[in-house]
Structures are given as structure tokens and as C-alpha cells.
């Protein structure tokens, strides 16, 4: 069974980082792209991030470009997202999704963790 088990988020003031965690089991991670999606309260899903299976290439949103980074390790099945200079605006559940990344879309799988808070407040 495929699992994403986010970690990492919580409280922080406005400028201030996170790290976030995505542990992945049941499939073939190394094969995969991995992607950060995240969503406010009351809103969508916003794609924010996604690493290319070898990890050589990476992208992201513009909401997010030069604050945040994306990284994987393969030997520990795990995607991360370091986030600096946080932003009220932030403030949502993230998680990981072994999606498509594609003519500048996102096409996610059916696979979603519980994902992890992160609230960005003064």
C-alpha cells in the first residue's frame, strides 16, 4: 500500500523556516516524480514544489521560488521542504503527492497523506 506520512510543520513567526518531511512507502520511490502541494483553509489545492527522480531537476511555484527548496534522499524514501522566509500566506496543510509534473501542469495521483500544518503568524 502506498503511504506519505508528512512532517516537520508547525508554528513560526513571519520570516521564519521549517523544514518539512514526506516519508514514502509501498511503490517504486525512486522512479517517481515528487511534488509539494499545499492548501489553505476554504481553498484549492496549490502546487508548490516538485523533484524530478533523480533529484537533478526541480521546480517550483513562483509563490515559493527562491524561499523554498526541495530535495529527496533514496536511500531513506523521503522528499523534503526546507522553507525560509515564511509568509502569513504560507499558513496551510502541506503535503506530498507522487505526481506528474507536465507542460507546466501538476497531475496528481490518488495518493494523499494526512498532510502537515504550517501556520506562518505574528
Known amino acids: 500500500e502506498v503511504q506519505l506520512v508528512e512532517s516537520g510543520g508547525g508554528l513560526v513567526q513571519p520570516g521564519g523556516s521549517l523544514r518539512l518531511s514526506c516519508a514514502a512507502s509501498?511503490?517504486?520511490?525512486?522512479?517517481?516524480?515528487m511534488s509539494w502541494v499545499r492548501q489553505a483553509p476554504g481553498e484549492g489545492p496549490e502546487w508548490v514544489s516538485a523533484?524530478?527522480?533523480?533529484?537533478?531537476?526541480?521546480y517550483y511555484a513562483d509563490s515559493v521560488k527562491g524561499r523554498f527548496t526541495i530535495s529527496r534522499d533514496s536511500a531513506k524514501d523521503t522528499v523534503f521542504l526546507q522553507m525560509n522566509n515564511l509568509r502569513p500566506e504560507d499558513t496551510a496543510v502541506y503535503y506530498c503527492?507522487?505526481?506528474?509534473?507536465?507542460?507546466?501542469?501538476?497531475?496528481?495521483?490518488?495518493?494523499w497523506g494526512a498532510g502537515t500544518q504550517v501556520t506562518v503568524s505574528a
Open positions: 503527492n507522487p505526481g506528474a509534473l507536465h507542460r507546466k501542469s501538476f497531475y496528481p495521483t490518488d495518493n
Open positions: 509501498g511503490f517504486d520511490f525512486g522512479t517517481y516524480v
Open positions: 523533484i524530478s527522480a533523480g533529484g537533478r531537476f526541480k
